[in-house]
């Protein structure tokens, strides 16, 4: 909430100061035109709190240049560049140059008290983007000053610094003192302060318990204790509790939420493998209003949502432009309670995954053309290599600082979802991965022992799978999909999808076969995802296209071709267009693509095969007819990539990102 500066400086009408005795004070007149301004100053600040950025920081400029020394322009101009523009680094030395200039003229506890006024609120803007900035140490120093001087004091905002600083029990005091407050703003934060220190902590039951009495504290006015409580829902594997949560965040009477709870939504539906809800929920995130200042840390966040959805769906080609933006993004955390390592091992996770899907697309382009063609295909390859094996050696020296390792594989509560951690093994090697996982669930036995232990034996039946110990993998998977929750669908498809090849490869055909059904069925960019070629029967309907389609499809990566497993490929040519079906044999039909077919000739070959990975290997997502303009009203199936081309942008370079 942004105070009315330019009323305050057009009055003199003020209230009596309520400070401290002043040090250093120098009289001045009430009248003192420095802090009623001048006409150009009353306008650029009535133009600032109007919200008119870009008139506002030209008048300051021009200010400025005929009085370096102008109090309000430079203010103004440091109000711009926070408000508007999110460069909070030059916000806060055009803040700190605003104070200067102040306490030169006023004092350093002024005793004029419009000069108070405006003191204050330069001291609250130096305070707010040292915690925006995450300068923790800096923003406990400057409360200091303010409370040294003003009262009431601003004990509320000591709660995340203390607690940043991993000062415990400092900040454990704060909150339980507040928790007491008449001030529902007072109590908010010590209930919201309690529940970041928890989660801090890693305790979910404590953080939840904080958020249930914070929300019964303010009789669930405020949206960001809905939101937080929502998170640790989630984090407790309550996932209804979480989504009806998220949901009074969105509906809740005071908005305190910097960012839209439907980010907890896309995340719970991806969860829960419910694209199309995915889909939904983001882009109502996306559209949702985010203050400027927030932008940088929100927005990048936002985005790695839209990252995981991609991997989910299997578009690396899509999603890895975006991947690397994020990565590249700087690490803003000053509104949120993980570290910046915590934040920088996710991205880095994200980015390999996204590399990896991309090496899988790349690999099955070249596995379908001639020798010439590929070529250049496979220096991409190694290009993608290369970036993936820095990547290896961040997260290796990330994963040993502060157990940044086995907090991640401890499900929801930091940045690693579940669903893909397995991929962790890849990266670190299942030997480091597996000693991490078995003290994460040592840390989870007490907390959510049954709610985790799918996804514990599912991490662990990964890791053999990996290692090669087919017999072990597949007990674990067994085990794993008995225990796990119903709504951890995503996690639960990717897990059938390695175990099906392993119970093929160990003979057990019929179980093999109806996991890879239900994998094939539900999540087929598991496939690119894991490199797991589906075992097939190639048939065409012996037109001389169909067979040249077919004979580069017994070349591909993505298929195991001659074994008679229970899964087919069918060719057909027919009206200038060739369509290529994945089934099971008794005719159930997976999916199929189509492309135009132009002079039947190579060209046409290799687009049909290109189709056909793009197309058969991501999942179906279901429309409703408002989402396609259908005439009928029925619900109508498409492939993934037909919804995700409406809802993607072009990611722009580095430093022209969207704010």
Known sequence: MRSTLAALALTLAVAPAQAADPVGGFAVSAADSRLTGTPEEQAALQSDEAGKYIRAREQAEKILRADPRSIIATWVLADV??????????????????????????????????????????????????????????QL???????????????????????????????RAVGLELTRSSDTDERVSAYNGLMALEDELLDRNASYAWGQAGIASVQGQSCILFHNTAQASFARFAF????????????????????????????????????????????????????????????MGNRAILVELLYALGRGKDGLPFAEQVFAAPDRTGMTSVSKEDIRFAHAVALWQMLELRVQETLEASSVRGLFDASDLVMDVRDMRLKQWELQRILLTLSLHDEILVTNLRP?????????????????????????????????????????????????GELRHVAGDREEAVRLGLKALAE???????????????????????GRAADGR?????????????????????????????????????????????LDPGRDDGFRVDVSFGDAEVRVCLSAQDGFRFNCATSKVD????????????????????????????????????????NASQVLDGLLGTPKPKGEEEE
């Open 412 to 460: 929801y509560l930091r940045g690693v979802k579940p669903w893909y951690a397995g991929n962790l093994a890849r990266i670190l090697g299942p030997g480091l991965v597996e000693v991490a996982l078995a003290k994460a669930r040592r840390l989870d036995a007490s907390q959510v022992a049954a709610e985790s232990a799918g996804y514990y034996d599912a991490m662990l």
């Open 599 to 638: 002079k039947a000739g190579l060209d046409d070959v290799i687009a049909a095969c290109d189709a056909f990975h793009a197309d058969v290997f991501s999942p179906k997502v279901e429309l409703t007819s408002s989402d396609i303009n259908s005439l009928d009203g029925s619900t109508v199936r498409v």
């Open 141 to 171: 120093r400057a409360i200091d000053g303010y409370d040294a001087i003003y009262a009431p004091k601003l004990t509320r905002l000591r709660i995340w610094p203390l607690m940043k600083l991993g000062r415990y029990d400092e900040a």
């Open 81 to 138: 560049f926070h408000e508007e523009e999110a460069n909070h680094a030059r916000s806060l030395f055009l803040v700190r140059k605003a104070k200067g200039l102040l306490t030169d003229a006023y004092g350093a506890a002024p005793d004029n008290a419009q000069a108070q006024i405006w003191h204050k609120r330069i001291l609250m803007k130096e305070i707010w983007l040292l915690g925006e900035m995450d300068r923790k140490d800096e």
């Open 484 to 506: 796990m929750p119903k709504e951890t669908r995503l996690l639960r498809w990717r897990t059938v999808a390695w175990l099906g090849m392993d119970e093929l490869a160990l």
């Open 240 to 299: 209804g509790e979480a989504e009806e949560l998220a949901r009074k965040a969105i509906r809740a009477e005071r908005n305190d939420c910097p960012n839209s709870s439907y980010e907890h939504l896309a995340n719970l539906f991806l969860v829960e493998g419910e694209f199309q809800k995915t889909i939904s929920a983001f882009k109502k995130l996306v559209r949702a209003p985010i203050d400027r200042r927030y932008r940088p840390q929100f927005v």
């Open 514 to 558: 109806v996991h890879l059904r239900e994998a094939l069925q539900q999540y087929p960019s598991a496939f690119k995802q894991l490199d797991l070629r589906v075992p097939v029967v190639i048939y065409h309907d012996d037109a001389p296209f169909s067979r040249m389609v077919a004979a580069r499809l017994g070349d591909t990566r993505r």
